[in-house]
């Protein structure tokens, strides 16, 4: 048994319209080659498909069911000729990014708010992975871009800059120091003090910090990340170091943010797999991302300045 394309789109077009001058006006044929094209789908089938009544074509049960499966199948070549006019105008494109979780919550939206009032119709998939398996994920080139904390390119990558500033205090609203401008590490000594845990480098840091400098603090809590140690402080249990971004997203309601008198730099580094073939719409989603970097800059200028 051997069915024609031919066919099974006169049949589609007779099921619709329950007519065959009808069908033949859709497919733009004359009625005998509809009534043609009908009769030997019926001779390859072995049944017939149509019962004749009041000059209408009344379909069977079988053929019934055999609508059914063609509908399936049109839909499905439907919507792969919907995805194929979205490629390419990259509608459905999807830009693949990875970053730590902390840039998911800041500069990232940000980043993609912009990507998007220029690029409406693109498509974005953002992946939060924690570090060392998110530089692992982009040495594997399985996305078109990475944002990373790290100052060397993972491997099959390469690495540059895209923001650098430094860590700043955060405080519960109504806490005494939050009178002051700036917080030298003098002014912790004493107080209740949130860690990140003690594997990770910043942690390593505010702790060699703090040692040289001769100050001990309370250290009672410790969590992972940067919005939880907000959180915490927030809800008046110690005070904390976190980077500017995470920490200017959550300021207000609660959580004060001051910078320091010495510089614990925070890095933002863009990461570009050196395999993967480029997306075309990765060099919008940067000057994208240079420009969130750029405002985030500013307000964090102003903060210093308050």
Request: net charge neutral.
């Amino acid at each position: 048994m051997k069915l024609s394309h031919r066919q099974i789109d006169f049949f589609r077009a007779v099921m619709g319209t329950g007519h065959v001058t009808r069908a033949a006006e859709l497919l733009r044929t004359s009625q005998p080659t509809v009534s043609r094209e009908l009769a030997r789908l019926e001779q390859v089938l072995g049944f017939a498909l149509f019962e004749r009544v009041k000059g209408r074509l009344k379909p069977t049960v079988r053929a019934l069911a055999l609508m059914e499966e063609v509908e399936q199948s049109y839909v499905g070549l439907e919507r792969i000729a919907a995805t194929a006019l979205g490629l390419r105008a990259y509608a459905h494109g999807r830009l693949q990014l990875a970053c730590l979780p902390a840039l998911s919550h800041a500069l990232l939206p940000d980043a993609i708010r912009r990507f998007a009032l220029q690029q409406p119709e693109a498509a974005v998939g953002l992946t939060p992975i924690e570090s060392p398996q998110l530089e692992a994920a982009l040495s594997e080139q399985r996305f078109d871009l990475g944002l990373s904390e790290r100052h060397e390119a993972p491997a099959a990558c390469t690495l540059q800059t895209l923001l650098v500033a430094d860590e700043v205090a955060v405080l519960p609203a109504g806490h005494a120091l939050a009178q002051k401008a700036v917080l030298a590490p003098a002014d912790f000594a004493g107080h209740s003090f949130i860690s990140f845990a003690p594997a990770d480098p910043y942690r390593q840091q505010v702790d060699a910090l703090f040692a040289a400098a001769g100050v001990e603090r309370q250290l009672r809590l410790e969590t992972p990340s940067a919005v939880s140690v907000c959180a915490l402080v927030r809800q008046g249990l110690g005070l904390g170091i976190v980077n500017p971004l995470t920490a200017l997203e959550l300021a207000g309601e609660g959580l004060v943010v001051r910078p320091l008198s010495v510089s614990v730099p925070f890095h933002v580094a863009l990461i570009r797999p050196s395999w993967r073939t480029e997306h075309p719409l990765r060099a919008a989603f940067e000057t994208a991302l240079t420009e969130a970097a750029g405002a985030l800059k500013t307000r964090l200028a102003r903060t210093a300045q308050t």
